[in-house]
Structure formats: structure tokens, C-alpha cells
């Protein structure tokens, strides 16, 4: 069985505690891979998250306007999630990440997105990440990873601000996910099984003449085809 994408659903929520993600009840299915993307401002902390899921990477993303500075007025943060189905999943109509006040002054994005076919056991080979500012030029790297299990997924994820409101992801991937709103909160990936070897997925870019700064993360997705390898995913978070 190979990777396939199934869904994505997203919920922008500001100055309030919310529900980040509904997701229909007939898109799930016992052993699909839910990737979830939780992006919020300042002044927060996620206070409780649903049962069974695991934090995959946590980062901070830098102030726009001096490279370097982590300003707590204009900061947003980005964590992903991860879990793996069963049957329990494919009857919740939602799932919840309690923020510790109100959503703040850049409110709060969730994008869940559902994968098939994905190795249960090892869902990951391996994963990446950019931490990107500069106030001159709109073109950010994704992530450069290197990919040892054949018919493995790429999933790209961006969160961050840039002085426009056009963005878009590296050439040769699918967007799924693109919630309107003052974090910019995107995911994709890559639609079709990579070669394996050093991958570099390219640039995510905004309307040229606009600054951009943000959190960018490359994850592999191992396939139940395709041999085991010991998972090596990335987890950081960047502190002020």
C-alpha cells in the first residue's frame, strides 16, 4: 500500500479559546497518519491537547522586523503533532488544543491533515528544520533532508509573517492547507513518493519587495512498502 493523501481541514480562531480543528468523521480511518500544525501568538502556551497525540517539533519564530529579536508583542510559535488512528478516531467529529488565556494579539491557526498507507510503526525516517528571517528578501529554503526508505512522502509545513498576502509553496508540491489570517499557517507535500538520497524541496517565496520570516519544517513519511528504518524525527524548540 502506498502513501496517499486523504483530507485537510483548518480553523482560524482569534481572541478566544479555541477549537483549532474539526475534521469530518468519515475521512478517518483506523491507522491513517493525522498530522496536525498548531500556530498561535503571544502571550500562550498550549494548556492541553488531545489524547494520544505526540509533539513532533515545537520552535518560535522570530520577530519580523529585527532579525535575531524574539519579541513577546509580535511573536507567533508553531508546534506539530502526530498521531496514529484507530477506530475511536473514525467516530470524533473534532479535536482541541486549549490555549493557557485567549488566542492574543495574532489570534490561533490549526491545519490537521490525513495521511494512508504510512508505516504505523516508524512513521518518520527523518525530518528538518529552518528558522528563517530577513526583512529584505521574500524567498525562504525549505529544509534539506536526507532520505534513506524508499517510497517515502515529503510534508512541508510554513508558519511565520511577511509583508504580504500572497505566498507560496516550493514548485513541485501540493498545497493543502492555506488558512487566511495573521499567521500564516501552510502545509504541503510532495503528492508522490520521493527518490531517496539528500532532497532539497526549494523555496517557499512571498510577493517580491516583501520581508518574510518564519519556521519551516521538511518531514519524511516512511510507506508500508518500502523497508523500516529507526525513526529519527527532529524535536526542537527554540527558547527566548
Not at 15 to 27: A, C, G, H, L, Q
Not at 57 to 85: F, L, R, T, W
Not at 127 to 146: Q, R
Amino acid at each position: 500500500m502506498s502513501i496517499s493523501f486523504i483530507n485537510s481541514n483548518f480553523s482560524f480562531n482569534n481572541n478566544t479559546i479555541p477549537d483549532f480543528v474539526t475534521i469530518n468523521t468519515n475521512s478517518i480511518s483506523a491507522n491513517d497518519l493525522l498530522i496536525a500544525l498548531i500556530s498561535y501568538g503571544t502571550p500562550n502556551s498550549i494548556s492541553s491537547m488531545p489524547s494520544n497525540w505526540n509533539l513532533l517539533s515545537g520552535s518560535m519564530i522570530p520577530d519580523p522586523a529585527i532579525s535575531g529579536v524574539y519579541s513577546d508583542i509580535y511573536q507567533n510559535y508553531q508546534n506539530i503533532y502526530y498521531k496514529i488512528a484507530t477506530s475511536a478516531d473514525s467516530l470524533s467529529s473534532s479535536y482541541t488544543w486549549a490555549l493557557s488565556v485567549q488566542a492574543g494579539y495574532h489570534g490561533a491557526v490549526g491545519i490537521l491533515s490525513i495521511y494512508r498507507g504510512v508505516n504505523t510503526t516508524n512513521p518518520f525516517s527523518t525530518s528538518a528544520i529552518n528558522i528563517y528571517h530577513d526583512g529584505n528578501n521574500p524567498t525562504m529554503s525549505a529544509a534539506t533532508v536526507n532520505i534513506s526508505n524508499s517510497n517515502s512522502w515529503i510534508i512541508l509545513t510554513y508558519t511565520g509573517r511577511s509583508g504580504s498576502d500572497t505566498f507560496n509553496q516550493p514548485a513541485g508540491y501540493t498545497l493543502r492547507s492555506s488558512p487566511g489570517s495573521t499567521i500564516q499557517c501552510q502545509l504541503a507535500d510532495s503528492n508522490i513518493a520521493v527518490n531517496t538520497g539528500i532532497v532539497s524541496p526549494g523555496n517557499w517565496s512571498a510577493t517580491p519587495g516583501n520581508f518574510a520570516c518564519g519556521v519551516l519544517v521538511t518531514i519524511s513519511l516512511n510507506s508500508i512498502l518500502g523497508r523500516t528504518f529507526k525513526r529519527g524525527f527532529l524535536r526542537a524548540r527554540l527558547k527566548q
